[in-house]
């Protein structure tokens, strides 16, 4: 940035993209007005650069020249830590190593999803921030009571950061597609098993507490990781008897 001084006041002017805050971005494209983005992505309230000489006006608008290029969000990866407030945060670079709580609240979040990931970014990013911004477990509540502070971390480190959280989650929803979806048999449609459906992952949370309402908190404050081999062991488990549940009916019907 650079420091622009109109008056008496000074001004803190971003010269790239890396230097627009997520509150910015989202402003800037809500108006169709050229002296609105000057004024949004300068810091300079509209009614004083109104009020400039067209020469003061041109070196602002010179600094912000890189406006007239197209954000790309290619080639950049998500940093090491972001400033929320006044505190810095440390990003969570794997979201497996993080609650199974944590990787639901995101899912349903990304089902909200339409055509832009923008609307999201401070959701998504917040999931895995929170609990080291209040130093405490994570919390929906808490998360979303972060997203105004997500709102002035630059544009770039949020975008980035959230595509690198979705990748992760589509590569964990693609492991579980692949190692844990069993196609049910005619005796299991016949009798209705797709009513379960409507639960969703309540059923795996259901099944990792022991049937036991009273441990579904603790259920979802466990690692992925942790989840997602139990889940494992339980379709392995599953097959298994299965299996050998048919071996059985085939000696039986032999004799």
Do not use: C
């Not at 339980?234 to 299996?243: A, I, S």
Request: no cysteine; charged share 30%; aromatic share 10%.
């Amino acid at each position: 940035m650079i420091k622009a001084r109109i008056k008496d006041d000074e001004y803190h002017v971003p010269t790239k993209w890396s230097e627009i805050t997520y509150r910015q971005y989202v402003d800037m494209n809500e108006t169709d007005s050229d002296m609105e983005v000057v004024s949004i992505a300068s810091g300079i309230p509209a009614e004083i650069i109104e009020a400039v000489d067209d020469e003061q006006l041109y070196k602002v608008v010179l600094l912000l020249g890189f406006l007239n290029v197209p954000f790309s969000i290619e080639g950049r990866t998500a940093p090491e830590e972001i400033l929320v407030g006044k505190k810095k945060i440390k990003l969570v670079k794997d979201i497996r190593e993080k609650t199974f709580g944590q990787k639901i609240y995101f899912g349903e979040i990304v089902k909200q999803r339409e055509t832009s990931l923008i609307p999201l970014l401070t959701e998504i990013v917040s999931i895995y921030t929170q609990p080291y911004f209040d130093d405490s477990k994570f919390d929906m509540d808490k998360a979303e009571e972060l997203i105004p502070l997500l709102e002035d971390v630059f544009f770039v480190d949020l975008y980035s950061t959230a595509i690198s959280y979705l990748d992760q989650l589509k590569k964990i929803l693609d492991d579980e597609a692949a190692t844990l979806t069993a196609k049910p048999d005619q005796d299991q449609i016949t009798a209705g098993v797709d009513m379960f459906q409507q639960f969703g992952v309540m059923n795996t949370v259901k099944a990792l507490a022991n049937n036991d309402v009273t441990k579904y908190a603790e259920v979802l404050e466990i690692e992925y990781n942790t989840v997602f081999v139990h889940m494992r062991m339980n379709k392995v488990q599953n097959d298994f008897n299965d299996n050998y549940s048919k071996v059985l009916e085939q000696k039986r019907k032999s004799k």
